[in-house]
């Protein structure tokens, strides 16, 4: 050690080596297309001309008063929130299931295994096997019907709009409720034991228990769980897009708004300026909706803000653990 | 499972249990029927139900890929780019995590809270413009746009430095440091064989990402011979191969078998990888 003035200069140095890749590859490849789209969608730029002039806001002019867009905009919202209530309510169910130690289930790994796996599987496949197994008139969902005699004849499925809906909504639900049980999971096994001895002091029943104390403590992962979702499921494409003609049949009640700005984008005129609207404005609208959500549910039962009642915690647990539930909260 | 709350809400376990098989089988059964029409000719297919396989996987196989395209190259393309994406984001990821950690700069903590931020910001948001940033730079057709992007994956800087924090000592970097190493030598030489756990787990979903992904390529590339395969697997919803269900079901199971294979092997640490990072794919 020569010099320490010298020698925390150095690392400072270093340190900044360690991270340019990452500042450089997200400056150039991700930050840069984002603003990219955002001013592209300022302009009239479309298909292959070279020379396309600044429009200012004509193209959003157009967007709020685009029904299509709207259209796709609530299928998406109606697709996602079908998925996700069962998806969550479920996922909690479960979770308090596994972690009843009176039930003692066992097995428990391996069928959260079996519960996760569709998650992983490719959706570009899982739409074409969905698109396959409802096949009309003789794919196998038709096949069972008919043999079941639930039905006389095969119902053409993806003729009809709800239907439709409810079978995309069906896959997502299915290829995510694995992920939320486990996340869900992993909250409750953070919740402390000792909420629920002095709940049991107190004489809560079980029911009292997960109303006032495991609910309550897993607000935030759930609220993360529900932040994340609607994000992810506003970008809803690859199932909606494949699952009938690309274009959101039957009636367009599956057109989301990713496969609306897709079909401006990449089919037709290659209206890549009014894609790009379409890309801010569903950024501007998802951004809104996450805020509120964080603003309407946050922190009223942040355990940090848990107070001393008759199922809650003790006053005394309560400023023992302020520090450590601090610390946890990222 | 310490003893800790009873909330079973009234249900037994065998209620419990029939509805876990319920479920299960609702992920297994679709699956299941997929792999089992792949060994089935179109014609017993569209007779009618069989929950045991056929022998005419050869013939199924003919149909899949006498349509000019190729299934085989495709399965190499999505491998190809899955590895290297994969290489990169992990690699990368493991540098920024360790910079963060290790390192006292200006401008750190504006780093990490846009790390924070940015693992909310869905990929595609920016799609439009990267299509025409990378149609500029004639890139299209190429495998490049899909791989470098995954430089910068803050999901899983996020998952390395959270690992890191928990079993890098800092004196193991000072005595290193007094040996005269250099930072690089340190970082992987030391410091990667101390984080490889946290390195595998997000290999696992940088892969699985990677392989599942359908739009970027889609836009990016046109050339039949680059395609990857869940770009080929959508070919099967066109009317090249309208009703040729054997092929069809085979060329699902051919994206889908490795995944399961994988998972067959990896479910433990890829669900441990999501319960300790909270990280969502």
Redesign the interface.
């Known amino acids: 050690m020569r010099n320490a003035l010298g020698t ?1 200069a150095r ?9 340019l ?6 400056l150039a ?12 969608g300022l302009t009239d730029f479309r298909g292959m001309s070279r020379n396309f002039k600044f429009v200012g806001l004509e193209n959003f002019v157009h967007l709020v008063s685009d029904a299509y867009f709207w259209k796709a905009f609530s299928n998406t919202w109606l697709i996602w929130g079908i998925s996700f209530i069962p998806q969550l309510g ?1 996922a909690l ?2 979770a ?2 596994c ?7 066992k097995a428990q ?1 391996l ?8 998650n ?6 899982i ?7 409802f096949y009309y008139p ?1 794919g ?1 969902i038709n ?2 019907l008919v ?1 079941a005699g639930m039905r006389d004849v095969a119902f053409n499925f993806f003729r009809d709009s709800t239907f439709t809906r409810l079978i995309v909504a069906f896959i997502q639900f ?1 290829m995510w409720y ?2 939320t049980l ?2 869900i ?2 909250g409750i096994a953070g ?1 402390p ?1 000792a909420l ?2 002095s709940a049991v002091i107190d004489g809560a029943n ?2 009292q ?2 109303r006032h ?2 609910l309550p403590m897993l607000k935030p ?1 759930m609220l ?1 769980i529900l ?3 609607m ?2 499921g ?2 809803m ?2 199932i909606p897009y ?1 699952i009938t003609n690309r274009r959101g049949d039957p009636d367009g009640s599956i057109l989301t708004t ?1 496969v609306y ?2 079909n401006h ?2 089919t037709g005129s290659n209206n ?1 300026a009014y ?2 609207a379409i ?1 801010t404005g569903l ?1 501007l609208l ?1 951004s809104t909706a ?1 805020i509120l959500m964080y603003a309407v549910m946050r922190d009223r039962h942040h355990p940090s803000q848990l107070r001393p009642g008759k199922f809650g915690p003790s006053a005394a647990w309560l400023r023992r653990n302020a520090v450590h539930e601090e610390g946890r909260a ?1 | 499972m310490i003893s800790r709350h009873r909330l079973g809400l009234g249900l037994s376990r065998t209620a419990v249990y029939a509805v876990f098989t319920f479920f299960a089988m609702l992920a297994v059964v679709p699956i299941y029927l997929m792999l089992i029409n792949a060994t089935r000719s179109t014609e017993a297919i569209q007779q009618g139900l069989s929950l045991l396989p056929g022998n005419q996987i050869a013939h199924n196989w003919k149909a899949l890929t006498n349509r000019g395209f190729n299934i085989t190259r495709g399965f190499f393309n999505s491998a190809f780019i899955a590895l290297a994406t994969t290489a990169v984001a992990v690699y990368f990821s493991a540098m920024t995590a360790y910079g963060l950690h290790v390192f006292q700069f200006r401008g750190k903590k504006v780093l990490w809270s846009v790390i924070l931020v940015v693992i909310m910001v869905p990929p595609q948001l920016g799609l439009i413009g990267f299509y025409r940033m990378m149609a500029q730079l004639k890139l299209l057709d190429s495998f490049v746009p899909l791989i470098l992007p995954a430089m910068a994956s803050p999901a899983t800087v996020l998952f390395i430095r959270q690992y890191l924090k928990s079993v890098l000592s800092l004196e193991l970097v000072e005595a290193a440091r007094m040996d005269g190493a250099s930072e690089f030598r340190i970082f992987n030489t030391i410091v990667t064989p101390v984080i490889a756990p946290a390195m595998a787990t997000m290999a696992i979903f940088s892969f699985v990402g990677s392989w599942n992904n359908f739009i970027t390529p889609y836009i990016l590339l046109s050339d039949k011979d680059k395609y990857t395969l869940p770009m080929l697997v959508q070919l099967l919803r066109t009317d090249i191969y309208r009703t040729e269900y054997g092929g069809i079901y085979l060329g699902i199971a051919v994206s889908i078998v490795p995944i399961l294979v994988f998972y067959a092997f990896m479910s433990r640490h890829i669900i441990a990888g999501i319960t300790i990072g909270g990280v969502k794919e």
Not at chain 1, 120 to 125: D, E, G, R, Y
Request: aromatic share 20%; glycine share 4%; net charge positive.
């Open positions: 925390r690392l400072e140095r270093q340190g900044y080596l360690f991270v890749p990452f500042v450089v590859a997200f490849l991700q930050l840069y297309p984002i603003i990219y789209t955002f001013a592209l479920l169910l479960f308090v299931w972690s009843d130690v009176r039930l003692r289930l790994g069928f959260k295994a079996i519960f996760y796996l569709p992983l599987l490719t959706a570009a496949s739409a074409v096997l969905y698109a396959t197994l003789n196998p096949q069972a043999q299915w694995g992920h486990i996340m999971s992993a919740i034991v629920y001895e079980a029911r228990m997960f104390v495991t992962v993360y932040v994340t979702s994000i992810g506003m970008q494409f690859d494949l990713a700005l897709y984008a990449f890549y894609a790009s890309s950024f998802t996450a990222r």
